[in-house]
């Protein structure tokens, strides 16, 4: 038996990276999986990947899978892509909220439009959907909700600064310690009704097609950089783990499988460095 077994499984972001990565690995575990995003074909976006390709992966491997296109930005599109996961598969049991978008401005220079967009698809796009999936979660009691959060959110600290920041890291940084923070209030405000909500960071840079766009490592077999499979590994922890051993933890990928005994060893975040100040609640 799968650790998923006939559960269903709403994954954004799903046509490349990690929300690819989740999505697959929630299928082999036996979870009908609705994967979104905005790329429905090949060739329709600048990096590779695209929804047809996961599903099309996940069926060849034996799993369910169905692409629904969506722009988490847009409450419209969200409740689309809840209403299409209900008519296929049934109540929602699992919400990954993986998409994702990065524009390297500094404030300074930063468009306003840009901003909004940012700030709509990172932090408004996980409340649309968790308070849709709720409508699931909350009359079955049951369910776990997965946020995605990233290393960004552990800010720079007081100064004096005498190296240069990263360019342009202030408003994602911002958005995923935002994000840290909703799902631990989310989290407290459900567990009546047995819902779980988490939070989980790579511990190391993962060599996803946007990463790599933007040259953050060289490749995939860079030191500073880890396993697409282990943020697939934590969020299927994180899903299924009962309520009371994670609700409410902000973590990341490889100390939390190394706690729960998934793994051996650890490096980056939460080993060789501490975690943002959620993750130390």
Known sequence: MGKLDRKVALVTGASRGIGKEIAKLFAAEGARVVCTARTLAEGTHPLEGSLETTVAEIRAAGGEAEAVVCDVSEYENCA?????????????????????????INVAEFPIAKWLRSTAVNFHGPFFLSQL?????????G????????????????????????RGGTLYGAEKAALERFTQGLASEVYQHGISVTCVSPSQVVATPGVLH???VKDANDPRAEAPDL????????????????????????????????????RGIGFE???????LI
């Open 80 to 104: 689309h892509a809840v209403a299409e996961t209900r008519r296929v598969y049934g109540p929602i049991d699992v919400l990954g909220n993986n998409a994702a978008l990065t524009y390297f």
């Open 273 to 279: 460095r501490k975690g943002s100040g959620y993750s």
């Open 231 to 266: 943020m697939a590994k934590a969020t299927l922890l994180l899903a299924t783990e009962p309520l009371d051993k994670v609700t409410g933890r902000v973590t990341y990928d490889q100390e939390i499988l190394k706690e729960f005994g998934w793994t051996d060893a650890g």
């Open 214 to 216: 933007h040259r953050l």
């Open 143 to 166: 369910g776990s909700i997965v946020n995605i959060s990233s290393g960004a959110a552990i800010g720079p600290g007081r100064g004096p600064y005498p190296d240069p920041p990263m």
């Open 133 to 141: 999936a709720l409508g699931d979660m909350i009359p079955r009691r």
